[in-house]
């Protein structure tokens, strides 16, 4: 995203949103990295669940987090 995520919308949207909430976080690093989520099966299942960040603090559904964290099989050994 590098200097054009600095101009959008969102981004902004999302920093006034942490900042009001009390979220100082730190200015360590390289900054231009964005995140992701990613809830992993065991064995063979794969991957239940894939949020990959859009823009700088797009947020992951804790719902569909814990949706797919019940949908785990445990392993049988």
Known sequence: ???SGFFRYGVWQNFFRAWKSG???NLE???FTLGG???IGAGRQG???E???KEFGDKVSLPSVLEAAEKIKPQAS
């Open 23 to 25: 979220y100082s976080g």
């Open 29 to 31: 690093g390289e900054g």
């Open 51 to 53: 949020h990959r960040e």
């Open 37 to 39: 989520v990613y809830v």
């Open 1 to 3: 995203m590098m200097i």
């Open 47 to 49: 991957v239940l669940l």
